[in-house]
């Protein structure tokens, strides 16, 4: 096509001696196009980030390196561009915006200063003329107040705000390509639709080329016109969007598209009849309130009342903020609470001392959200899982002998036990993770977001192994999550919660199909790529 | 105006503060042995046990050690810092005399250490690897590794006796009696050696905390976003990555404020510096309680002092602290 705005062509970028393959990607086609959202996808380690930051020749160069092939944008190769011509480019005719809205912004600079610096590199616009242009620009991506915007510091700003800043900064130019890094995987599912709707918005508006990094097929599916598929460096499918999202030719990606999990609910199961687990009752939790001068209290939790029987799985479903993460950690008490009671099996946890408590810690564990921050790296994975056994009292040899079978249990050899934990992938860890809490035999556990750092075809085998060990070893699970889809897969009930309060507490089948609260409705609708997989089994079924 | 309650908040911390430097001084200084007595007794050769008494009595070493401490604590309050009876003048006046040309050093070594040290730092982040880092890399080693007395001594010998550039000791020449610029001057000179002295270690420790936090804010993400913008790498530098690197620098800067006064005992000592640590080295020998304890109460103040500065320096250097 003629209307390409830049072409990359057969390209590779060498990693440094010692990585896990020579070139992160080779061979790499790709047409970028005016007006038109192109989606490059793959999981983590697929070299896509590494393909958008050669383009604006950002890539930590000396020791990754474009190899090979070209890169043409208005008829020069971006591989080749000497550093000051890049220097024009950046920022002007190709802007970025990044992953971490937290990070990319510096700290100490306020906003209007970090937009207006991109106008003070590129135009010589006076002063008064470039702060106009940067109202103008904070009002074009919806930011509320202006000119208070101006003069406020990122940390002032909440993510969906800070992200909104960096497209206004990004747009400032005007330019003719976007790149997107994962602009909203550090976002709230709400956010997430408002953002990519603003980054549709006014990529038509203005006619700009976007290549849009992602990992979430639910993304692609709301926002991309063309799709390229990324399999370890290799660019294994690519076409339209609705031809590689509805009918996928390449293993690869057929795989990927079936492993995200369906936003559909589970036929509606009887009532479980069985004793309570667990029963939180006006749970209370305020944080922030300091002595003298200190500054607003917020409150965590607010008459917090949750119920989880033997045997069931209890979805906690909201935003970063809503509580979810809290109540976890009060039900475990790894957290005190200011008010209210928690009964692990009838008995109140929430006011035990110390030693009272240390016979009920086993019956209550934890399965964490970071594979890579939640176990011990100095310690050998045998003794991780057989730690928890051992202070319980159980001969160290027995313990030891336990951790490996529970290795195999959660489908890892039996060899892993004298490894270390750096030794292992995410999905690996995490199942070492869930081993450790298994150790245990406890009766409830308590997983905290257990598969929202993971890839998703890796989601996928760790959620079916907590289904398959919940069933086997007769357990009742607390399963916090901001991804409803992993919720309606897993849960036999959802508790919603927004800004520390449960609004809404249903079977998952009924909440799919008649959600009752409006936030609860929010949510819903905000799943991004809510309803490509019915239209596509509509379509299956309809051929 | 937020500075400002801040500030009257701070202030207000400090009063247990130097309350407690002040009970736990004294207490420190009667479990040691021997008193200004004993000392002077033993100065004089001989002295019978009638006149110990005189002596003692006069100073009000007879009292029990409850009503000396209420009486000190009353003289305190109305900043009356005692009597020296071995320099034969009020504490006070003593302190005060020797304030000026401590401060003098103790500033000119602390912003020596901070500005020479944070620029070594960022020339050495930004050739990293290269001939400058190494070499800043391997004199801040040393610098590290050589004691502020030693380094001292070695100094006179090179300088002052060997080459003769620089005076050996002393705030100024005596009897010179110079005016204006030329008593600049010539303070100037005597405190070359021990401002270096005094500044060299933490000189090198800053140095080597600027790189590494250069090089740590080099890989942040903001840094990719500025160049994303197609900054300079300099303006990257200076314009983004600086200001983020100095906070680490503020935050150990506190620090040395007090480590600072104690250094200063051994430099003054070395180059005959008449400041507070002179003063407090000869108190010190002579068991002069009174006055040593007068100079561990302002060196306290100073500290706290000190440290409110860096606390509002960081303050305005940094948006995230709420105040």
């Known amino acids: 096509m003629s209307d390409a705005v830049l072409t990359i062509e057969n390209l590779a970028i060498a990693l440094p001696k010692g990585a896990d393959r020579p070139l992160a990607v080779a061979g790499v086609n790709l047409e970028l196009h005016a007006g038109k959202v192109t989606c490059l996808i793959g999981e983590s380690g697929s070299g896509k980030s590494l393909v958008a930051r050669a383009i604006l020749g950002l890539l930590p160069a000396p020791h990754v390196r474009v190899a090979d092939g070209r890169i043409l944008f208005e008829g020069a190769d971006l591989a080749r561009a000497k550093p000051a011509e890049m220097r024009a480019i950046r920022g002007a005719r190709i802007a970025m915006i990044f992953q971490e809205p937290m990070t990319a912004l510096n700290p100490l600079h306020t906003i209007g200063r970090q937009i207006d610096e991109v106008l003070r590199i590129h135009t010589s616009l006076p002063r008064a003329q470039r702060l106009a242009r940067v109202v103008e620009l904070l009002e074009s991506v919806n930011l509320p107040e202006p000119a208070r915007m101006l003069r406020s510091f990122p940390h002032q700003l909440s993510g969906g705000q800070r992200q909104r800043a960096m497209i206004a900064m990004a747009l400032a130019l005007k330019p003719r390509l976007l790149i997107a890094d994962e602009p909203t995987t550090a976002l709230d599912v709400t956010t997430q639709a408002q953002i990519l709707q603003l980054i549709r918005d006014l990529q038509r508006e203005h006619g700009t080329a976007v290549l849009f990094i992602t990992h979430d097929f639910g993304v692609v599916a709301d926002i991309a016109d063309s799709v390229a598929v990324l399999q370890k460096g290799d660019l294994v499918e690519q076409g339209s969007a609705a031809q590689v999202l509805g009918r996928p030719v390449h293993a690869y990606t057929q795989a990927l598209i079936a492993a995200v999990p369906k936003l559909a609910a589970p036929a509606a199961q009887p009532p479980s009849t069985a004793p309570f687990i667990l029963q939180a009752r006006d749970v209370e939790k305020t944080y922030g309130a300091r002595g003298l001068f200190g500054g607003n209290a917020t409150k965590a939790l607010n008459r917090v009342c949750i119920e989880l029987r033997r045997g069931e799985t209890l979805g906690l479903v909201g935003e970063s903020g809503s509580g979810k993460s809290t109540l976890a950690r009060a039900v475990t008490r790894l957290m005190t609470v200011n008010d209210g009671e928690i009964l692990i099996s009838g008995r109140d946890i929430a006011r035990m001392t110390r030693s009272q408590l240390r016979p009920m810690r086993k019956r209550v564990q934890m399965v964490f959200q970071d594979p890579y921050g939640s176990l011990d790296p100095r310690q050998r994975v045998v003794d991780i899982i057989a730690e928890g056994p051992i202070i319980h009292g159980t001969d160290p040899q027995a313990a030891r002998k336990e951790a490996c079978e529970l290795l195999a249990l959660v489908g890892l050899d039996p060899s892993a036990a004298q490894r270390f934990a750096h030794e292992f992938s995410g999905g690996q860890r995490q199942r070492i993770g869930i081993a450790r809490a298994l150790a245990l035999r406890p009766e409830l556990l308590v997983a905290d977001e257990p598969v929202s750092a993971l890839d998703v075809s890796v989601q996928a085998q760790v959620l079916a192994l907590l289904a398959d060990i919940k069933t086997r070893l007769q357990l009742s699970m607390l399963f916090v999550t901001h991804d409803l889809r992993v919720a309606l897969q897993v849960c036999d009930r959802i508790a919603v919660m927004q800004k520390g309060e449960v609004v809404e507490v249903a079977p998952t089948s009924a909440i799919y199909g008649n959600p009752q609260h409006p936030y609860t409705k929010a949510l819903f609708a905000a799943v991004p790529g809510a309803h490509w997989q019915d239209r596509l089994t509509q379509e299956t079924m309809a051929s | 105006m937020r500075l400002a309650r801040y500030l009257g908040y701070r202030l207000l911390l400090a009063v247990p503060v130097i309350l407690g430097i002040i009970v736990l001084n004294f207490f420190l200084i009667h479990a040691a042995p021997g008193d200004a007595a004993s000392v002077l007794a033993g100065e004089s050769g001989a002295a019978t046990p009638e006149y110990m008494a005189l002596l003692r009595h006069k100073f009000g070493l007879d009292q029990p050690l409850s009503t000396q401490f209420a009486v000190y604590l009353l003289n305190m309050a109305h900043l009356d810092l005692g009597y020296s009876f071995r320099n034969d003048s009020p504490v006070l006046e003593l302190i005060l005399d020797r304030l000026g040309p401590t401060l003098l050093l103790m500033l000119t070594a602390f912003v020596v250490a901070v500005l020479l040290g944070s620029l070594l730092g960022v020339l050495a982040a930004s050739g990293r690897n290269g001939w400058r880092d190494n070499l800043i890399s391997l004199a801040s080693l040393v610098a ?120 200063s005992i051994v430099v003054e000592t070395v180059f005959g510096w008449p400041g507070i640590g002179t003063l407090a080295f000869n108190a010190l020998q002579s068991r002069d309680l009174n006055l040593l304890l007068g100079i561990f109460f302002v060196s306290a103040c100073l500290v706290v002092v000190v440290n409110l500065i860096v606390d509002l320096v960081y303050v305005t250097l940094d948006p995230r602290i709420e105040i």
């Open chain 2, 144 to 263: 590290y590794a050589t004691p502020g007395f030693w380094l001292g001594l070695m100094m006179i010998v090179v300088f002052a006796i060997n080459l003769a550039w620089l005076p050996t000791s002393g705030l100024d020449t005596v009897g010179a009696d110079n005016e204006g610029w030329d008593e600049v001057i010539d303070i100037a000179r005597h405190l070359v050696m021990p401002a270096t002295a005094l500044s060299l270690f933490y000189l090198a420790l800053y140095a080597r905390v600027m790189r590494a936090s250069m090089l740590e804010q080099t890989g942040m993400d903001y840094v990719t976003t500025a160049r994303a913008k197609g900054q300079t790498e300099r303006r990257i530098i200076f314009g983004h990555v600086l200001r983020n690197a100095l906070l680490t620098v503020v935050t150990m800067a506190g620090v040395q404020a007090g480590n600072l006064i104690g250094g």
